[in-house]
């Protein structure tokens, strides 16, 4: 019943729209330089996990409440880009100590930190984020037919974007990670926890700026 005629529309967009660089993509590296490849597999399951909350609001009409509701999506907008520029300051003050970066294969010192880090990380970074809530609003309907079931037919949408997505943001970790000796210099890690904070800082500002849709 779900593999109709739109399914295949659904496929091609969100598979283009996952490739596309964004938050996730810039956590999942930031998150596998510093912990390997767990690190950054459980950043990108974390991440994808909350798709499925997305979905569900989504189907269930929650989503609809806060785009309507000024304050309800300010809150939500301000706690998500609070959350971003500490993640980004977090980057910041590590490569200002210069430590250098645990990568998975590579002698270190410093320890990986606990399973659950990167999995809160990557959970609240999607849950968290205003313009996903808004985009599986606006999205996910447009495959959905009336007589549809709404939540099961979301949340099978949101699988198939929850396989894609991990395939891609895995694949970007096992790049990040094979590059692991490299990485674990000094300068390079330094440089790339500067540039990733000053990145993840940007996206928080600029998510605080955003208007709410009309």
């Not at 606006?138 to 939540?151: G, T």
């Not at 997505?165 to 895995?170: G, H, K, R, S, T």
């Amino acid at each position: 019943m779900f593999l109709d005629a739109s399914f295949w529309s659904f496929l091609v967009a969100i598979t283009l729209l996952t490739m596309t660089p964004g938050v996730d993509t810039l956590l999942v590296i930031r998150n596998t330089t510093r912990g390997g490849l767990r690190d950054g597999t459980l950043t990108s399951l974390a991440i994808c996990c909350g798709l499925f909350v997305h979905a569900a609001v989504s189907a269930l009409g929650i989503s609809i409440v806060l785009l309507q509701s000024a304050w309800a999506f300010g809150l939500l907008k301000l706690v998500g880009a609070a959350y971003l520029v500490w993640l980004g300051l977090q980057s910041l003050a590590s490569a200002r100590r210069g430590q250098p970066l645990p990568i998975a294969g590579v002698s270190c010192s410093k320890k990986q930190v606990p399973i659950w880090v990167p999995l809160r990380e990557g959970f609240l970074s999607n849950v968290l984020n205003p313009k996903t809530v808004v985009f599986y609003m606006a999205f996910l309907p447009q495959f959905i037919a009336p007589d549809d079931p709404a939540l099961a037919k979301s949340l099978w949408l949101a699988g198939v974007h929850f396989v894609i997505a991990n395939v891609w943001q895995i694949g970007i970790a096992i790049m990040v990670g094979s590059a692991g000796r490299w990485l674990s210099k000094r300068w390079v890690s330094r440089s790339l926890e500067g540039a990733t904070g000053g990145v993840m800082i940007l996206f928080g500002i600029k998510l605080a700026l955003t208007q709410r849709p009309a």
